[in-house]
């Protein structure tokens, strides 16, 4: 291929590629691939020249439509990219020949992988917030923006006639996670990542959707302003931006080279902790005045460079895809992979959720595919690479049959599933393991050996048959590796089970969907378990913190009665809810953390319940109160950051009222 020829179809692709990320948000290849392709472009060019319309030359691709259009004061701007010291330093050497010997001090901070936004507040209002669409047009969704309460609506001080600030929008990890699993349970098609889930969230006209999914914002950048407004430093600009109380990076760091070396060092080595996706570090030159001196070359700072992250995705083979059955029936395919280091994990396993995401893959058993991992995101497979099959590859074998229990496996939208219920020995060992879990039943002394034995031996052939072990003493006592003692401490422990609570049996019961927080607030609402289990649909629906699918869920679980409640029934004496007299805390989310000196957790949240609040085990934008103990960590950061207030162990008693 001649070189205009390559130039001519690298253009095309680049602007494809441009086109699905920046403007309908369903990016085809990686970053790393990306800037491959423009890498190349540019090289190519520097031995003919660049034309006119050549991508290299342009910022984004154009807006789409659907939001009133504005033209930024100032463009929003893409930044050149450096990928190692050797670059960095070139980049300073540039900076220095052009400042004469001056110090260079810059800002170092992360580089979010969100989307470009660029907030407007005159005389101290926010009045608009625009998307970056393509550099110097982009669409207005202020509405969208005033959803995220960090962002304050109006300016206190040192308030200039007219200011744009540029920020990223994003998800945090746990809120995507969030986002994706209920999208999975309404038969929705989920997002690849946090990125798109923010672009498509962003620029979603269904504002009720919106309001639904909590959006974070950080502010970094200065836009066009008016003359009022005077700052010296890039410092001073994040000392306004904090002192305006506007979500700023706590990671951010000024100092020469060495220190700007060092913290992005430090910054990709944060990478897998933090709550949200980089995708490398901004350094920026700290002086203002240096800073319009440099100017800009072809649409982007002198100033500035992206230090981009070697990407946490890597290639690896396809050693098979096997079938997993889970709890409720769920049969998952996933791919046993040559085990690869991916941000820090040794990936060996990755799950491919179900039979659309296998079709849409279009995976063979000895195929080359992307891994990756980012954050504490589950690793995922992200495409095949169909351009390196050797033809030696193989075509999945899509089980017909449970390959536990050999029952015909059926089609339940895009899951295979086996319907055998507790018949099936997978979901059956599933379903003991979480009914007798800490957080269910709590019944100490056992563990995934006994409960192997359990159930191989015929002893639990459903949850009930836990409490009538007794019949097999003689037989278990002798059981190798398991003492006497051992088997007198699980007696002991079932006995004390048999009276449990309202929610914890809820819980227990292992309804799809139904977790501790949802069990805990149907207990609230029904008080005894016969209620529960003679509510209408129509009745669940109505709950607050219950969707139609989970009422759906309930109502099918009672009528399937896969678990033998009426077994369980005869053997438990189920508390019914009791309100106290004291329910100062109704219906308000608290989540704990760090331990305590003078309470369990568990004890803390059984006050809690017992007052009428929902302890909760995830912090959002929904939380209402944080406790932290000693050794809080990310928990206590997030409400930090969500402006979610806090309550010490000091304060404890007073807040709980005990
Ligand atoms: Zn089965």
């Known amino acids: ?53 050549s991508p290299t030359r342009t910022v984004g691709a154009k807006p789409s439509r659907g939001f009133e259009k504005y033209t930024h004061l100032k463009p929003m701007l893409s930044l050149a990219n450096v990928f190692n010291n050797e670059d960095f330093e070139k980049f300073e050497e540039r900076i220095q020949k052009r400042t004469i010997n001056e110090k260079i001090i810059y800002a170092i901070e992360p580089k979010f992988d969100g989307i470009g936004i660029s907030l407007t507040y005159e ?33 206190k001080y040192n308030v200039p006639k007219i200011i744009e600030l540029r920020g990223e929008i ?29 672009a498509g969230t962003l620029r979603n006209l269904d504002i009720t959707l919106v309001k639904q999914r909590p959006l974070d914002i950080f502010v970094y950048a200065l836009g066009g302003h008016s003359d009022d407004l005077v700052l010296k430093s890039h410092k001073d600009f994040i000392d306004f931006l904090t002192k305006n109380h506007l979500p700023v990076s706590d990671q951010i760091k000024y100092g020469d080279k060495l220190v700007a070396e060092a913290t992005v060092k430090n910054i990709l080595s944060l990478r897998d902790s933090l709550n949200y996706e980089i995708d490398g570090a901004v350094v920026k030159v700290n002086d203002i005045d240096m800073q319009n001196k440099l100017g800009f070359v072809s649409k982007a700072p002198r100033w500035a460079v992206a230090w981009k992250f070697p990407a946490s995705e890597k290639y690896s083979k396809v050693n098979d895809v096997l079938f997993s059955v889970g709890r409720t029936g769920i049969v998952t395919p996933y791919a046993t992979i040559e085990p690869v280091l991916i941000a820090g994990a040794n990936i060996s396993n990755v799950s491919l959720h179900n039979m659309d995401e296998l079709s849409r893959l279009d995976i063979k058993v000895g195929d080359s595919v992307l891994v990756k991992r980012a954050g504490d995101v589950i ?115 079932i006995e004390e089970a048999r009276r449990p609570k309202l929610e914890t049996f809820i819980n227990a ?86 331990s305590f000196q003078n309470y369990s957790r568990d004890e803390l949240k059984d006050i809690i319940k017992s007052k009428g609040g929902i302890p909760s085990s995830s912090i959002s934008s929904n939380t209402n109160f944080l406790l932290y103990g000693e050794k809080a960590g990310s928990k206590y950061k997030k409400a930090l950051d969500l402006g979610i207030e806090l309550v010490d162990e000091n304060k404890l008693k007073e807040f709980l009222k005990i």
Do not use: W
């Open 509 to 594: 019961l292992g309804i799809p969907e139904v977790g501790e927080t949802t069990s805990s607030g149907l207990a609230r609402h029904y008080k005894n378990f016969e209620n529960f289990r003679s509510a209408s649909l129509d009745d669940l629906i109505q709950l607050d913190s219950i969707g139609e699918v989970v009422a759906h869920h309930i109502k099918k679980f009672f009528e399937k009665d896969p678990v033998g409640i009426d077994s369980l029934l005869d053997q438990l004496d189920i508390q019914d809810f009791i309100v106290s007299s004291d329910s100062h805390l109704d219906g308000i989310r608290i989540v704990i953390t760090g």
């Open 123 to 155: 005389d101290g209002l926010l009045t608009k917030a625009v998307t970056r669409g393509d550099g110097e047009v982009g669409e207005v969704v202020t509405e969208n923006i005033r959803t995220i309460k960090k962002i304050p609506h109006s300016l």
């Open 170 to 198: 994003f998800f945090n990890l746990n809120d995507f996670r969030d986002i994706n699993k209920k999208i999975e349970t309404e038969g929705g098609k989920q997002f690849v990542n946090p990125r798109n889930a923010a």
């Open 379 to 493: 690793p995922q497979i992200v495409k095949v690479n169909p351009e390196v099959r050797s033809g030696a590859e193989t075509d999945v074998r899509i089980p017909v049959n449970c390959p536990s229990c050999s029952n015909q496996l059926r089609l339940d939208g895009p899951f295979l599933k086996c319907d055998a219920g507790m018949n099936c020995n997978k979901q059956l060992f599933g379903y003991f393991e979480h009914f007798v879990s800490r957080k269910a039943m709590n019944i100490d002394g056992l563990g995934y050996k006994i409960n192997t034995h359990l159930i191989n031996l015929g002893y639990v052939k459903q949850a009930s048959d836990l409490f009538k072990l007794k019949d097999h003493e003689a037989e278990l006592k002798s059981l190798d590796g398991f003492g006497e003692k051992s088997i007198d401490n699980l007696f002991q422990s």
């Open 1 to 53: 291929m001649s070189v205009s020829d390559e130039i001519k179809k690298l253009k095309a692709e680049i602007e494809r590629h441009n086109r699905l990320y920046h403007a309908e948000n369903s990016a085809e290849i990686s970053d790393e691939e990306f800037d491959a392709l423009y890498q190349r472009l540019k090289t190519l060019e520097q031995e003919v020249g660049v034309s006119e319309d």
